[in-house]
């Protein structure tokens, strides 16, 4: 077996944030470095107040390079607290091992990154030295440019501790089985980073536990909402909206008013276009909700128009053929809403496809569908900072 790098093993740092200042937290930017500054910009991030970044910083996204640099320049001015998260230790360990089939995964696994996501933080480091990436290219060798070229990048992500706590909250980015993170360190941090499916455990902690990778979407099972999901009486607050990881996804960022009192809203961003209504809508009374782990449809027919209708759990329910996996045809490839939502004219929402006889949007937070006319919005905000 490997030994394991130090980047992969549990290290624990521990912060305590002043009564009265605005603590910042999100997670799961996964590359994407225009969203990120969006939502700072959006919740009017001053060195009045602390940042924390709870892991993911990488993969997923066009900019994962660019969001290392933007939070390396913020370290320097600001009170920011990094995070690893999974994706992140996972493309550091392969970058700083010296074992080729190690490096070998990474290079490998690079391709898929680029053509589902559009790109990959390696690819954007072999562009940037002007290396083209090609299958049978020496990899050994690009490694030790990449080393070499990008040692100040690679020292920042090395340094990211697993666990940052403080009197009130402990932020991780997977999950924690409880609260004596001292018995952690030095451990492998991998269960506490890839922490599938944390709220199933049943877990409560005597102080707030944030945490990102799992996005808070997949624990609602009646609306499709990316918001953050703070539980108050299990002190769990779920950060990740699924940028990257959905198109449909949004960059949240949780703002704890006071680290002395349960008070938090939140902002969010995207890359998305936006568009603004010309007619009211009024929501669905009955509509279905097909989560993603739970994504298993019986084939009905196409209906012609790009549409195909499915049964599930015996409702039939019209999705985008798009939605369809192509190599598992008896499942879709994401989550899906045939929801209607409530909309006034005027209202600005993000449009993830626009399908010519409806628009498939998010607004607040929720995924639906506008069916009437619309006009573009872009730079238009949808709203204002939000309750938890």
């Given amino acids: 077996m490997t030994a394991l790098l130090p980047c992969q093993t549990v290290r624990v740092v521990r912060a305590d944030f002043p009564a009265g200042q605005r603590v910042l937290i999100l997670s799961d930017v996964?590359?994407?470095?225009?969203?990120?500054?969006?939502?700072?910009?959006?919740?009017a991030f001053s060195r009045a107040?602390?940042?924390?970044?709870v892991g993911d910083l990488l993969e997923k996204g066009r900019e994962s390079l660019p969001v290392v640099r933007t939070l390396m320049v913020l370290s320097k001015t600001h009170s920011v607290h990094v995070l690893m998260g999974n994706m992140d230790v996972f493309t550091l360990s392969k970058l700083l091992s010296d074992d080729p089939e190690e490096q070998h995964v990474l290079f490998d696994y690079a391709p898929m990154m680029a053509s589902w996501w559009g790109g990959c933080l390696l690819m954007e480091m072999c562009g940037e030295l002007g290396i083209p990436f090609r299958e049978g290219m020496d990899e050994a060798g690009t490694v030790r440019e990449i080393r070499r070229h990008f040692e100040e990048e690679l020292t920042f992500l090395s340094g990211l501790p697993t666990i940052l706590e403080t009197p009130r909250m402990t932020f991780v980015h997977g999950g924690l089985p409880h609260l004596r993170v001292d018995e952690l360190i030095g451990q492998d941090s991998n269960p506490y980073l890839k922490c599938?499916?944390?709220l199933s455990r049943g877990l409560s902690f005597p102080k707030y536990v944030a945490v990102g990778h799992w996005p808070a979407v997949l624990y609602r099972d009646r609306f499709m909402d990316m918001s953050p999901l703070l539980l108050r009486d299990r002190r769990i607050l779920c950060l990740d909206g699924g940028c990257g990881v959905k198109k449909s996804g949004q960059l949240n960022c949780v703002i704890w008013r006071d680290p002395q009192k349960d008070r938090f809203s939140f902002v969010w961003e995207d890359d998305l276009p936006r568009i603004r209504a010309l007619e009211d809508q009024a929501p669905s009374e009955d509509f279905t909700y097909i989560r993603y782990h739970d994504r298993q449809v019986e084939i009905l027919g196409?209906?012609?128009?790009?549409?195909?209708?499915?049964?599930w759990h015996g409702r039939t329910v019209r999705v985008p053929d798009e939605a369809l996996d192509r190599g598992h045809p008896d499942r879709l490839n994401t989550d899906y809403t045939d929801f209607r939502l409530p909309v006034r004219a005027g209202d600005v929402?993000?449009?993830?496809?626009?399908?010519?006889?409806?628009h498939y949007v998010r607004k607040d937070g929720v995924l639906g569908w506008y069916d009437g006319p619309a006009e573009p919005a872009d730079g238009a905000w949808q709203g204002e900072e939000k309750e938890l």
Avoid: C, E, N, Y
């Fill in 49 to 53: 107040d602390s940042l924390v970044v």
């Fill in 302 to 311: 196409k209906d012609g128009s790009g549409f195909t209708l499915v049964s």
């Fill in 349 to 358: 929402m993000s449009l993830i496809r626009d399908f010519g006889a409806g």
């Fill in 30 to 43: 996964h590359g994407h470095d225009t969203a990120l500054r969006r939502v700072l910009r959006r919740a």
């Fill in 196 to 198: 599938d499916d944390f």
